[in-house]
Structures are given as C-alpha cells and as structure tokens.
C-alpha cells in the first residue's frame, strides 16, 4: 500500500509544473555504447572505431580513440525524456579525462535539450589523474568550463564542484568534493566547514548534500572509507537528503538517526536506523534530526556486484545480490544504469516530495521505449516519498 502511495505521489508531482524536478545520477562515462576496438585491415593499415560527440572526434587526455563502454548518452535521454529540470552529477564524469570532450558531450545531450548541469569532483575528475596536471583546475579544465553552464534560476556561491552552494527555488544543494582529494575526517576539515556553514545559512525548504565519495558502511559495493561519517551528520543534523556516487550499484537507506559518534575529536562510525519504513525517507534538522542516503553510482559505466551489507539499505539495485539481502533486486544486463529522479514541491508548505529509480531501456530502444521508462506508470524500481518535519528548526 505505501509503495502504491509513493508511486501516486510521484504521478501527482509528474503532472505539475510546480515541483522542481531533478535527475541525480553519478560514474557516467562518456557514453560510448559500442566502442569497438582497434583492427588491422587487408592492406596492413590500422584502423581505429569512431565515436563522436556533437559532430566531432571524441578523443582521450592522451588523444586516443574513446573506447570506454558506457552508456551515458542514454541516461541523459532518459532525464530529458522525464521531463527533468536539472541534472545533477554526483562526480566521475567521462572516465577519459577530457573536460573538451566532456563539454561537447553535455552541449549535445543537455545544454541544447534545454537540461541544466552541474556537477561535483569525483576522484577521477581531481587534478594528476591520468597524469593531466590541470584536469580539474586548469584553464580548460573541467571547473573553468562547466562553472559557465550554471542552471537557470540558480543561485550558487563558492568554489564550483569542490565547496560549492546552488538553490534552486525553495531546494538548497551543497556540492562537495569531500574525500575525492585524500581520505579521512582529518584531510576535510574545509570541505566540512563549508557544509556547515552553507547549510546553516540557508532558509531552504529542502536541503541535499551531494558528494562522490563514500564511507565503506555506506555504500553496498567494495569502495572504501573516504568521506568520514562526520560529513554525514552535519548533513543529517540539518535535515538534509544525502546523494553520493563512487560506489556502482545502487543503494537507498531507511531513514537515519546516526552515521557516528563523536569520540575525541573523531567521528566514529555509529550507524542507528530511525524508521524500518521501506517507503518514506523522513527528512528532520536538530541534535536528533533524520536524514538518508541515496547511492546512484550507475550513471552508465558500471553496475556491479553487492559485496556488502551494513543493514541500513531499504533498497539495492545491483547485477548480482547478496542471498541473505531481501532488499536487494538483480538488474537485468538491458536495464542495469540510470537515475534516480526526484520530485521537490516548490510550494513552502508542501512537507512531501516524492522520488523514483529510473533505468534505461535495452540497447536499440526506440523513442516510445524511453518515453514509457521515463513515466512511473512503467514499472517501478524504487518509488520512495521523501518527507520533511516542518517544526525543524
């Protein structure tokens, strides 16, 4: 009943106008689906696949051919397809390290479909990845250029990517590229600061944090501590959703009372479920606030195995499940990436907003395909009501 609920809610807020709708997504790839490989012909010469993006060649950081498999471009069909207002990435952007590349990619599947974009560092988005020097800060690099393609209505302040603050409306989101630098609590002093600070000032009606990284516990694939629970609780104790990428499968957590434990200085991991609701995320600010976590690391490049299981998931979406996790549904090869698409009223007052896991069709969808995926009255991976506590303070 309440999972029929969520999808309601997600049908009501798909046919209004006054609902900010938003595609989280993260570890995309740049979209190549059949990238082939290199071959010698009859004559002795060697051949190299194409694959284009926005009409021009699309090359590596080392000027070779693009030949990861990925299928972005279809993720991004399936955000323009549901009617999204702004993509939001959550860091490990085209895996080839080419912000040029990268641009072009997003000119022809965003930018020029009317889509806004903003994204956070992921670890392989940092500078000396691949050995380019300015990958991330650079002139050309990913910051300069995306950092010209803020959203529409948006108003933002800060360090794009890295301590960088954009609401929308009513919907705060705090991009932070806490952990992508150096691991540990210690290593982000900064990077916390700055979401206490942004979050703190903020009168939002609904807040998101939204960094790559990850804690071990907090994420259901093999990816290791990065972030520091602490990250987490300052978020939770302003009653704000939490989105990450990093690890590639997909996971959602019941609604959360505590990451860690502060002790000596030093969070410790203290992980305390709030609410075993599989259908409802209860979003609250205070000492003793809620908040939860939605991993959405299958933008495109990879869906892997669930390896682990710390008990706070309601939902996981991986190509193979741990046999003692009922939560947990098998992703079909055809069906394996896509985005997590959510609903924020932008009427003050509304205190639920609704959220969706979409993926995309099989390889060679038609247009009609990716309309029905994009609609909830397809089938459902995870639909999920996402609600706030109005006497937070």
């Not at 689906?33 to 090359?59: A, H, I, L, M, Q």
């Not at 000492?287 to 976590?293: A, E, K, L, R, Y």
């Amino acid at each position: 009943m309440r999972a029929l609920l969520s999808l309601v809610l997600f049908l009501a807020h798909s046919e209004r106008s006054t609902a900010l709708r938003v595609a989280f997504l993260a570890d995309t790839g740049i979209g190549n689906s059949k990238p082939g490989s290199v071959w010698t012909d009859f004559r002795g010469n060697v051949r190299t696949p194409s694959y284009k993006v926005d009409g021009v060649e699309c090359t590596k950081y080392d000027s070779s051919y693009c030949g990861e498999f990925s299928r972005a471009k279809d993720v991004f069909r399936l955000a323009r397809e549901a009617k999204a207002d702004v993509i939001v990435h959550a860091g490990d952007l085209d895996y080839v390290s080419s912000p040029e590349s990268w641009l072009r990619f997003l000119t022809e599947h965003a930018f020029r479909q009317g889509v806004g974009y903003v994204a956070t560092k992921g670890n392989h988005d940092v500078d000396g990845w691949d050995g380019v020097e300015n990958l991330w800060s650079g002139p050309r690099g990913y910051q300069a250029l995306l950092s010209r393609q803020i959203p529409r209505r948006a108003k933002t302040y800060g360090a794009y990517g890295e301590d960088f603050s954009m609401t929308i409306g009513n919907t705060l989101f705090i991009l932070s590229s806490v952990g992508s630098e150096q691991p540990g609590e210690s290593a982000n002093t900064e990077h916390y600061e700055f979401l206490e600070r942004a979050l703190a000032s903020s009168d939002a009606t609904w807040k998101v944090c939204v960094w790559h990284m990850t804690q071990n516990a907090i994420q259901s694939s093999y990816k290791g501590d990065a972030t520091g629970f602490g990250a987490y609780e300052i978020c939770r104790k302003h009653g704000a959703l939490i989105v990450t990428g990093h690890a590639h499968v997909y996971s959602r957590s019941y609604t959360m009372k505590r990451f860690g434990t502060k002790v000596y200085g030093y969070t410790r991991q203290d992980l305390q479920v709030a609410d075993w609701d599989r259908n409802t995320i209860r979003l609250r600010a205070g000492d003793d606030g809620t908040s939860g976590v939605c991993v959405v690391g299958i933008g495109g490049y990879k869906n892997e195995a669930q390896l682990t299981d710390s008990g706070i998931w309601a939902k996981v979406y991986s190509t193979s499940c741990q046999r003692t996790d009922s939560t947990c549904e098998r992703a079909r090869d055809a069906n394996k990436f896509g985005l997590l698409l959510c609903d924020f009223p932008e009427d003050a007052a509304a205190r639920a907003g609704s959220c969706a896991l979409r993926v995309v069709p099989g390889l060679g969808a038609d247009a009609a395909a990716f309309r029905a995926r994009a609609r909830a009255q397809t089938t459902v991976i995870d639909a999920f009501t996402i609600t706030r506590d109005s006497s937070s303070p």
